[in-house]
């Protein structure tokens, strides 16, 4: 299967800064990548749907200019939280499909553990 | 994608079988059941994938019922490794261009 990295694994930052996430497909060209945000003893929320070479689909309720996400290759797609709070504090983890089982599979990232103080 | 209706938690005992239930009655023909994981702070992990029939691999067994309302996922000795969420996911076959939606899952803490 697919070899996703994520980057940083956490972080820490004070508020009103900018933090950027990067989600690496190691050995498999992602034309899409998803981001999901996941608060404390709560499930998986899809943030965005991150498409390469084009502007990421936000989910409602997303502000697209406080989490830009950027697709820029089919290896690598970046979110910046941008004016980070502590509310944003959150894990974040980014989602690769591959489809090599035949069927829409997918393969996750790490994660990152952001926390604005 | 079907709902998916799953129990909040559930125990197992250390080397015992893990028998996770999963209730989608909504289930169209053409959708699958997938199974992930998630151990504490660390990304969902895919399990097994299932149209009708039964399936097995290295990491556990699927077992879905004949009119396809339920299936359950079999952990067939719990190490306490294989502590954390599990999510039954129902969705189409076609979807690779679409995120998984995960649902609130099923904490399994197996103990010693």
């Known amino acids: 299967g697919a070899v996703v990295s994520q980057h940083p694994s956490w972080v820490i930052c004070k508020s009103g800064t900018s933090v950027k996430i990067e989600c690496r497909s190691l050995?498999?060209?992602?034309?899409?990548m998803f981001w999901y945000r996941q608060f404390p003893k709560q499930s998986l929320m899809l943030m965005a749907t991150s498409n390469e070479g084009s502007k990421a689909t936000y989910e409602q309720g997303v502000e697209k200019d406080k989490f830009l996400i950027n697709h820029a290759s089919l290896t690598l797609s970046t979110l910046t939280v941008t004016s980070a709070h502590p509310e944003d504090s959150s894990f974040y983890i980014c989602?690769?499909?591959?489809?090599?089982?035949?069927?829409?599979?997918?393969?996750f990232g790490s994660g990152t553990r952001l926390t604005v103080v | 994608d079907a709902k998916t209706t799953q129990p909040p938690s559930m125990d197992c005992a250390e080397g015992r079988a893990a028998n996770l239930p999963c209730n989608h009655s909504?289930?169209?023909?053409?959708?699958?059941v997938y199974w992930y994981r998630q151990i504490h702070s660390q990304g969902p992990q895919y399990i097994i994938h299932g149209l009708k029939n039964n399936e097995t691999n290295e990491m556990a067994s699927l077992i879905i019922t004949e009119d396809r309302k339920s299936s359950t996922l079999i952990l067939p000795h719990a190490t306490l490794r294989d502590t954390a969420v599990y999510y039954c996911?129902?969705?189409?076959?076609?979807?690779?261009?679409?995120?998984?939606?995960f649902g609130k899952g099923t904490s399994l803490l197996v103990t010693p």
């Open positions: 989602s690769v499909s591959t489809g090599t089982r035949g069927i829409g599979s997918y393969t």
């Open positions: 996911i129902v969705r189409l076959h076609s979807n690779s261009g679409y995120a998984l939606n």
């Open positions: 909504t289930i169209s023909g053409n959708e699958y």
């Open positions: 050995d498999f060209q992602a034309t899409t």
